[in-house]
């Protein structure tokens, strides 16, 4: 059709679809996007690359132990402030931050559960939480639980993800925590028992260096961060490089840290086998 001798065009303008939030996750470590659906059917593993994502406290929980079997104990302990700590925030403020963005009232869970009908049991730090440092709750739950399966006769399992060692906000108060929690595994071992560390990413400082590194069998995912002070400060401290992959899991174990390495899905499983022959 013309008009005075020119083509008439008709232009149909198409609202674009967009794409809603919240369904694709793009993995830090190969930059691929990942359907969040298939994340969560996979552990929360790459499916690429093999990149495990940070789980929470209860994730791992419930990625271990049997359904509906975990009885958590000592759930509502909160930390106290004993230096009236002051800085850009407060101590108090950091820790209604965190009890906000995470839902925990501290950094670690702990509790009675069943691993295949195995009555185990049971603690996990969560780095959300000020980096899943240690202060006095979270050495006290620690201690608490290595106590309480010491009394049952149980194996115990701590899962830590710490970034942030003993908490500074605390000062010596949480310095105590890493001789604490010690002693209590030691009288744990006294009575025979068993015990399992299991190390993500990252498991740093005096987490490392008291409870976290004293199992009778260190487990560690892949490629987690784990050791005393930090790579950047080490090379700064005895100037010299430092060899590639330092403190990463696959390191540890060609140097003798570590026990083994296992990816997350199968973690359960080698933890029944472990239950079942050791315990």
Not at 135 to 146: I, M, Q
Not at 209 to 232: C, N, Q, T, W, Y
Not at 258 to 279: A, F, P
């Amino acid at each position: 059709m013309t008009l005075f001798g020119k083509p008439k065009y008709t232009t149909v303008r198409t609202k674009k679809k967009e794409m809603p939030e919240g369904l694709w996750t793009k993995c830090p470590e190969c930059s691929k996007p990942i359907y969040n659906k298939s994340l969560e059917e996979n552990a929360k593993v790459c499916p690429e690359c093999g990149h495990h994502f940070l789980l929470t406290a209860y994730e791992r929980v419930s990625f271990l132990v049997d359904a509906e079997s975990f009885r958590e104990f000592d759930k509502d302990v909160i930390s106290a402030d004993p230096l009236e700590f002051k800085g850009p925030k407060s101590y108090k403020e950091k820790l209604e931050q965190d009890k906000e963005a995470t839902g925990l009232s501290e950094a670690c869970i702990y509790g009675e559960a069943k691993i295949n009908g195995k009555t185990i049991v049971i603690t996990v730090t969560d780095s959300r939480f000020i980096m899943g440092s240690m202060g006095s709750v979270v050495g006290d739950k620690v201690t608490r639980s290595t106590e309480y399966a010491t009394k049952h006769g149980l194996a115990l399992i701590i899962v830590s993800g710490s970034g942030g060692g003993a908490r500074m906000y605390e000062g010596m108060f949480s310095l105590m925590q890493m001789a604490k929690t010690s002693a209590a595994l030691a009288r744990h071992q006294d009575k025979k028992l068993f015990y399992i560390s299991v190390l993500t990413n990252p498991t740093m400082a005096g987490v490392m260096a008291s409870f976290a590194g004293l199992g009778d069998v260190i487990i560690a995912e892949p490629k987690a961060l784990i050791g005393f002070a930090g790579p950047r400060v080490i090379e700064q401290t005895i100037r010299q490089k430092l060899p590639p992959g330092f403190q990463r899991a696959e390191f540890l174990l060609e140097h003798g840290l570590l026990d083994m390495i296992v990816q997350r899905k199968n973690l359960k499983q080698v933890l029944i086998q472990l239950l079942d022959y050791l315990s």
